[in-house]
T-cell receptor
Framework: GAVVSQHPSRVICKSGTSVKIECRSL??????MFWYRQFPKQSLMLMAT?????????EQGVEKDKFLINHASLTLSTLTVTSAHPEDSSFYIC???????????FGDGTRLSIL | RKEVEQDPGPFNVPEGATVAFNCTYS??????FFWYRQDCRKEPKLLMS???SGNEDGRFTAQLNRASQYISLLIRDSKLSDSATYLC?????????????FGAGTQVVVTP
């Protein structure tokens, strides 16, 4: 069964809307979660590392004011795409691991379409 | 140059045949390696970790060549359900909390 749950799986909304995506670890605690974005036929690109109880670490070129990350508990991280525009349309995926020695598991992904 | 490079394919494979493909990585300090499988419009799912000595999981065999900086995946007795995109994933640190570098994927299409 899924160990990382992501919600919603699909979002279609108008330009200018803010969209919140949740990532939950279901049966383990995750101090660190990762947020990725994937455009069609391209590789997953890490956007930011979400750290429980502290600020997220953003990758170069990712606007922290545009993509707000909150990791309020050991089982939940949220990504908010603020004032989304059509170019933000993409597949957003989170990942987490409960154990440093175990590979990361991915959430179901959120397909975001901005009209 | 990309950190992780893969042949995008597609590799068209008759059912029951064997297919193999490689992935090269640019950073010699890379620590851990994985193959993930991604079905169309779905999230990646871990297929197998890749160990230095090579490892096998059923019909899947993974190899690591640190000297030449590549990893490989071989699928024996291909099934229709093996059709997917296979992502090569490299981690710069030895534990899972490091940042993963993804290849763009190799598409495999198994045909009846």
């Amino acid at each position: 069964g899924a160990v990382v749950s992501q919600h919603p799986s699909r979002v279609i909304c108008k330009s200018g809307t803010s969209v919140k995506i949740e990532c939950r670890s279901l049966d383990f605690q995750a101090t660190t979660m990762f947020w990725y974005r994937q455009f069609p036929k391209q590789s997953l690109m890490l956007m930011a590392t979400s750290n429980e109880g502290s600020k997220a670490t953003y990758e170069q070129g990712v606007e922290k004011d545009k993509f707000l990350i909150n990791h309020a508990s050991l089982t939940l991280s949220t990504l908010t795409v603020t004032s989304a525009h059509p170019e933000d349309s993409s597949f957003y995926i989170c990942s987490a691991s409960g154990d440093r020695n175990q590979p990361q598991h991915f959430g179901d992904g959120t397909r975001l379409s901005i009209l | 140059r990309k950190e992780v490079e893969q042949d995008p394919g597609p590799f068209n494979v008759p059912e029951g045949a064997t297919v193999a493909f490689n992935c090269t990585y640019s950073n010699s300090a890379s620590q851990s390696f994985f193959w993930y499988r991604q079905d169309c419009r779905k999230e990646p799912k871990l297929l197998m970790s890749v160990y230095s000595s090579g490892n096998e999981d059923g019909r899947f065999t993974a190899q690591l060549n640190r000297a030449s900086q590549y990893i490989s995946l071989l699928i024996r007795d291909s099934k229709l359900s093996d059709s997917a995109t296979y992502l090569c994933v490299v981690n710069m640190v030895s534990d899972s909390w490091g940042k993963l570098q993804f290849g763009a994927g190799t598409q495999v299409v198994v045909t009846p």
